[in-house]
Structures are given as structure tokens and as C-alpha cells.
């Protein structure tokens, strides 16, 4: 049987298709810049610090956040989210179409979860272009729209902190990690451990009546031969004698 595709219903198949989610890895990893801007949100009942990145196409919230704002997202098992460097993270779920506002202002947006490093939400190129003409001041970590016929301005705030990257010597992180694994390096103190199978010492072959196996230099020096000495009752062990010249060692009982 044959089925024939409508064109339009191609382009509605491919309308459908979810473009894949993109982070930049300044966002997600928390790094900020002296461009980064960001501004207090209000996602349902809990107050964020929101990063404004035109690096991200979509927006995204902290896992930590999403928890505390009791909403229930859809789960998206199947969805990896992409960051810059080419890493791809799994995303837990998205709020479709989840309620916000900045400064009062009223917004709309999927929100995706994810697990970011310092920021508590994202805000991405899908949304900063439902704003319209911007004016985007880096320098003073401003910015200005036009929105129900009205001007509105945003000043950015200051994080709470940031991760920051440290160039470390060799000697240094040798010294770091001497100190975070000092029980592996410390100086042996006492008997090993107990094994599953103990090799006895010689002070406990001397209590079973048997010295341990010895070569008599005399013997090496004139045969080549090892020799063990025997002490105490009952039949000697079998002796060796390896002579030298020969394809194959002979056994001597004695």
C-alpha cells in the first residue's frame, strides 16, 4: 500500500520538529564577565537572579529552583541540551509556557530545567527577541525597550558570586593533591592488613619444626644445587637437583 505525503503536511511535520536547546558555557558553568548583565526575576512565588544571554537560545532554570517553585514540569528524559564547548547535558523537563515577570513586567516563555552552576535562570535569544528594538548598554549594564507604549528600563545587579578561573603550578597542584590524599601517601605504620591467604613468616616455620628453605654456598658453589635444611620428626621433604648441562632437571630422594 502506498501513502502519499501532502506537501503542507510535510511543512506541518517539520513545523514540529523542537529545535534542540543551545546554553552558552559561561551560563551554565556561572562565569561572569564585566558584560554580563543580570536582573531580579519573579518565577511563580520565588525570586531569582536572572542572566540576560544572547549566547543561549532558549531559557533555562536551576534545578535548586525548580524545586522550590512546587510547579510541575513536563518531563523530557529524551531532550539533551548542548552547551558551547560541544557537550551535550540532560534535561530533567520544561515548564511550557511558564509565567515570570522582571521589574513588574508581565512574561511568558518555556523554561527549561537544567542544572546550571551560579545562575538560578536563563534568559536566551528566543525570548530577548519577543522584546523588540533594544537598547543594550554593557557598559552601564542597562537596558531599554518599548512596551505598551511605554519605556522601560532595566539596570542590572551584581551576582552573588562567581566562579573565577586560577592558572596552578605543577609544584602547587602536587602540594593539593598530597594534602587531599595524605592517607595514601603517609608512611606505612605496622603489619599489613589480613589477606585471605597469609604467607607464613620464618619464626613460624621455626615453631612448626622446619627451617625456611636456605642455600648452602658451598653446595652452589660446586653443583649448583639448592638445598634445604631438615629439622624435627617425620620424613624429610623431597630435595631437587638441578644439574647444570642436563634438558631436564633430576629428583634425588633421600
Not at 69 to 74: A, H, R
Not at 133 to 162: A, C, E
Not at 218 to 224: H, K, Q, S, V, Y
Request: charged share 20%.
Amino acid at each position: 500500500m502506498e501513502v502519499a505525503v501532502h506537501e503542507e503536511d510535510k511543512l506541518a511535520t517539520d513545523d514540529d520538529i523542537e529545535p534542540l536547546p543551545l546554553i552558552s558555557l559561561h551560563a551554565i558553568a556561572g562565569l561572569r564577565t564585566r558584560d554580563t548583565m543580570q536582573v531580579i526575576a519573579q518565577l511563580c512565588h520565588v525570586t531569582v537572579t536572572a542572566l540576560l544571554d544572547s549566547g543561549s537560545t532558549h531559557n533555562f532554570v536551576s534545578e535548586a529552583v525548580a524545586a522550590h517553585t512546587g510547579l510541575c514540569f513536563i518531563p523530557r528524559i529524551d531532550l539533551a541540551v548542548t552547551v558551547a564547548n560541544g557537550d551535550r547535558v540532560r534535561c530533567p523537563g520544561v515548564f511550557r509556557n511558564a509565567a515570570f515577570s522582571i521589574d513588574g513586567e508581565p512574561f511568558r516563555a518555556d523554561v527549561y530545567v537544567l542544572p546550571l552552576g551560579g545562575h538560578g535562570m536563563v534568559l536566551g535569544t528566543d525570548w530577548l527577541a519577543t522584546l523588540g528594538p533594544i537598547l543594550w548598554d554593557f557598559g552601564r549594564h542597562t537596558m531599554s525597550l518599548w512596551r505598551s507604549n511605554r519605556r522601560v528600563r532595566w539596570r542590572g545587579v551584581p551576582g552573588t558570586g562567581s566562579a573565577q578561573l586560577h592558572t596552578v603550578h605543577a609544584r602547587d597542584l602536587l602540594d593539593l593533591l598530597l594534602d587531599e590524599f595524605a592517607d595514601v601517601f603517609a608512611t606505612p605504620v605496622g603489619l599489613p592488613p589480613p589477606r585471605s591467604r597469609d604467607h607464613p613468616s620464618p619464626a613460624e616455620y621455626s615453631a612448626r619444626g622446619r627451617l625456611p628453605l636456605q642455600i648452602s654456598s658451598a653446595a652452589e658453589g660446586r653443583t649448583g644445587t639448592s638445598m634445604s635444611r631438615h629439622g624435627g620428626s617425620g620424613p624429610p621433604p623431597p630435595q631437587f637437583l638441578a644439574i647444570f648441562g642436563s634438558s631436564s632437571p633430576c629428583q634425588e630422594g633421600r
